[in-house]
């Protein structure tokens, strides 16, 4: 295929895959664009889409096919979806590059992430085999004489599931929900942000055009998110990845309120990495302390949720810290993915670098520039055009700055930029990284292991993963941002309290608990 040619005849406006069929919204719809060029590249809207049938469509009819599977046999289909995918996968990295403005490796975490997960719940699927519903723990006692007992049990729900998904992770964003969601026999209706809607749409085009899925089991609304929200009903769940002002919204909103129509939320998160007090700047620990943060600072330019914000340092370590990162740092390029030289590509679009450069200026009112990314020249990339933004890093130069410097652990600047933050001791970090007031992800590096696991226990309640890399995992490690199906993805309080993955407990949210109470041989019939 031609993908130049081809995206010049996608500019266009993306149908919908609704109530079984593909249907254009009205209007002309919202453009999208080419965040290293400006051009445009496509165009998305919802407007005029008969939304109650669409949503009453995906739960009868989609519901009805999928729950009539096992899990086995879901997990045959995401198997089979897994092919489709894997077989246009260039495609999808060239869409990538030009929609989001991201280098090979970079579309690599998002393309090839989305299928790995997909890959690893299609296996479980396989594992959980003829079943029909899952049995939750061991039935117990509830008489003297043993005879009559409770047995747990989850089904899977007779809603369907909504997911309104973030801009960073257009792939990964999908399948990460809709596989879990699929393999437990719910149907989808994936929303995905207007920005880079291009390569979920393309993702679920090519899987609806392979007949792979029962008819109902996977929906795509591009454009707008009006009226989404009004369609849910009692057993229907809402995930949702985005702000916390959106976050807002959906929790208040009467079909969670007054129908309790389960949500997900995952938010805002001011992540942390911290090295431990034991530390020198000559051990090995400290150097992979220092390529992660740079990793996490430039990966996807910063816009990732699990990207690490707060670089806890002790506080003699600050300057060597600073200056071992701002080494890196300046070796980075940025500019048009295009070129093979660049490392780093550019933010979504122009309200992302407006946001990101703002989020800049109110964090330099408490902290120094440890390394200027504004200075560097873009490779292939007019900076009065482009969305490019090079990597900063700031500091709060002592640890009685760390104190006073309220920002760095209230806002996330959503871009390549973190704060350098010295502490006199290892209760003094804790209680930093606690006024992060819950994240998504906490990486602790150091070398004794009994510190390490009293440091991961202490910070465990205020995040949904603590990452820990030793010497000895140098290599095998799965890096402070990567989320694995295998382990929880989420976070409490500003994080947005959700939980996602975590291996079977990834279709919990797409399932009810049920007691059934009987005698010992009905329950051995279930």
Not at 504 to 526: D, P
Request: include cysteine.
């Amino acid at each position: 295929m031609n993908l130049h040619v081809e995206s010049k005849r996608m500019k266009e406006l993306l149908a919908n895959y609704v109530g079984g069929h593909w249907q254009k919204g009205a209007g002309e719809g919202v453009d999208l664009l080419n965040p290293i060029t400006g051009e445009v590249l496509a165009s998305v809207s919802a407007a005029g889409l008969d939304l109650a049938q669409v949503f009453a469509y995906a739960r009868e009819v989609g519901g009805q096919n999928l729950r009539s599977l096992t899990y086995g046999q879901r997990g045959l289909l995401l198997a089979e979806v897994l092919k489709v995918l894997q077989a246009n996968r260039d495609k999808y990295y060239e869409i990538s590059r030009k929609n989001s403005g991201t280098v090979k490796n970079d579309t690599a975490v998002d393309v090839d992430g989305g299928l790995f997960t997909l890959g690893y719940f299609a296996k479980l699927g396989e594992r959980l085999g003829d079943q029909s519903y899952l049995p939750d723990d061991e039935a117990v006692k509830l008489s003297k004489d043993g005879l009559f007992q409770s047995q747990h049990v989850l089904t899977p729900t007779r809603g369907l599931a909504l997911f309104i998904n973030a801009f960073n992770f257009p792939s990964w964003g999908l399948w990460e929900k809709a596989a879990p969601a699929l393999l437990s026999g719910v149907p989808v209706i994936v929303k995905p942000a207007t920005a880079t809607a291009w390569l979920t749409h393309e993702m679920v085009k090519d899987v609806i055009e392979a007949k792979i899925l029962p008819a109902g089991a996977l929906s795509i609304i591009c454009g707008s998110s009006n009226g989404l929200m009004d369609q849910l009903q009692p057993f229907d769940v809402v995930s949702f990845t985005g702000s916390a002002d959106t976050a807002k919204v959906i929790r208040s909103h009467p079909a969670v309120v007054e129908q309790s129509v389960r949500v997900n939320i995952e938010a805002d998160s001011v992540n942390s990495a911290m090295l431990m007090p034991d530390i020198g700047a000559e051990d090995l620990v400290f150097d992979l302390f220092v390529k992660e943060v740079v990793r996490e600072m430039t990966v996807k330019s910063g816009q990732k949720c699990t990207a690490i914000r707060r670089i806890f340092v002790p506080e003699g370590l600050y300057k060597f810290v600073a200056q071992a990162i701002s080494t890196r740092l300046s070796k980075v390029t940025v500019g048009n993915p295009e070129n093979e030289n660049a490392r780093m590509g550019a933010l979504v679009n122009r309200a992302q670098k407006e946001s990101v450069i703002s989020g800049l200026e109110y964090l330099k009112t408490q902290t120094e520039i440890l390394h200027d990314g504004s200075k560097i020249a873009l490779l292939d990339a007019d900076a009065e055009i482009s969305c490019c933004v090079g990597p900063t890093l700031l500091g709060t130069i002592n640890a009685e700055g760390s104190d006073r410097a309220d920002r760095i652990h209230d806002t996330e600047v959503f871009g390549p930029v973190a704060t350098l933050v010295p502490y006199r001791d290892l209760e003094h970090a804790l209680s930093l990284i606690a006024r992060g007031q819950g994240s998504l992800v906490a990486s602790l590096y150091g070398e004794e292991p009994s510190a390490l696991a009293k440091a991961a226990i202490a910070v465990a309640n205020l995040h949904g993963r603590v990452h820990v890399v030793t010497p000895n995992v140098a290599t095998t490690q799965t890096g402070h941002g990567n989320v694995m199906p295998q382990s929880l993805h989420g976070g409490p309080g500003r994080a947005g309290g959700g939980e996602e993955l975590g291996g079977l407990r990834g279709l919990n949210f797409y399932h009810r608990r049920t007691a059934i109470q009987a005698s010992a041989g009905v329950l051995e019939k279930l």
